[in-house]
């Protein structure tokens, strides 16, 4: 068998990879419980299962328009007005399988072999595989449990060189649930501003899932438009995880090179699902109220218990529905050797599947999901304490 060396060089998803682990054990019969994945545990709301029913009855059977349905985008135009303050036509907004297709579009179009993308760590598992995919090297900027999860700006600043191409970040951050604050946002950009070769990836998808204050689009600060690709989609604020619609708003010419590599791989995204996309874009946002109260009092429940488990430490996230515990304490060498061990010790010992945190980019960590009922987040903590308790 001979694998491509692109494909033999990047890594399976560790989130996926839990989550199939934790499939397989089930089949056996053992009783996992599963805090690995990002997928809230909400129903999608009433509205956008009544717009996949009447798409159903109407035209919608056909191949779509590659960048997506002309009424879709300029719906999401429009969304991104109301809650963004950006300024985007339909020709700027490209639809796509899932917002990780949305991302490795922008990648394969402005990213290729000798280019290097810097990405701020913790980050999400696939931003450096797919930088990889397109030739590129991933640069990564780390940080601290200290920091907040936040690598100062001038490590950042410092991380640029003449090759770099792009800067892509989340905020909320996937895995930490830090945020970036408008102060934040704007000393990055102060950075952007001194390399006019340089663009940025702002992942947005947890935009509506904000505990304090309020989410601030990087795309929005003085000059920043022309230079940021600002991704979102319908997964984790609508519950809508399966239906794979992700979205960006983008310049012109970027839009365009995505929209192009597209059409070479999966061209126009699920008819039905658009039409769910539009009834969502165009719903008022402050019915997600209930659901991130949801995901506050989850927060605070999963930090309570981990701060009791000795020796783990662990922030105050701010928004998406994560918990990234340093628990470097729970590491002794020999039979725990990192936060890999950790995780499959816990998820044979415990029944939980948790993330281990090297490959989001912060070693001695694992990532929790909370995006699950509150009966199992606490049956689940329980089970950790104890397991980790065996340890010592």
Known sequence: MHLSPT?????????????RRSRELRAQGRDIIDLSLGEPDHDPPAFALEAAHEALRGPWHKYTPVNGYLDLREAIARKFERDNGLSYTAEQIVVST?????????VMSLVGPGD???????????????????GGT?????????????????????AITPRTRLLMFSSPCNPSGSVLSLAELEALADVVRQHPELYVIADEIYEHIVFDGKHHSFAALPGMAERTITVNG????????????????????????????????????????????????EADPAQLQPMRADF???????LNAVRNIPGWRANVPQGAFYLLPDVSSSINGTTIRGSVDLSLHLLDAA??????????GAEHTLRISYATSDAKLTEAMARVAKAVAALQ
């Open 296 to 302: 506050l009092r989850r927060r605070d429940l999963v």
């Open 234 to 281: 319908l997964s984790k604020a609508w519950a809508l995880t399966g239906w794979r619609v992700g979205y960006i708003g983008a310049p012109t010419w970027i839009a365009q090179a995505a929209t192009k590599v597209q059409g070479q791989f999966t061209s126009g995204t699920n008819s039905i699902a658009q039409r769910v996309a539009k009834a969502c874009v």
């Open 116 to 134: 290097e993308v810097v990405i701020p760590a913790p980050y999400w598992v696939s931003y450096s595989e797919q930088v990889r995919l397109a």
């Open 138 to 158: 991933p640069v990564l900027v780390h940080s601290s449990i200290d920091e907040d999860w936040k690598p100062p700006v001038e490590r950042i600043a410092a």
């Open 7 to 19: 494909v033999a060089n990047i890594q399976e998803p560790a989130t996926l990879l839990m989550a």
């Open 98 to 106: 899932g917002a990780k297709q949305s991302i490795m579009n922008v």
């Open 351 to 360: 029944g939980v599947s948790l993330v281990e945190g090297r490959s989001f």
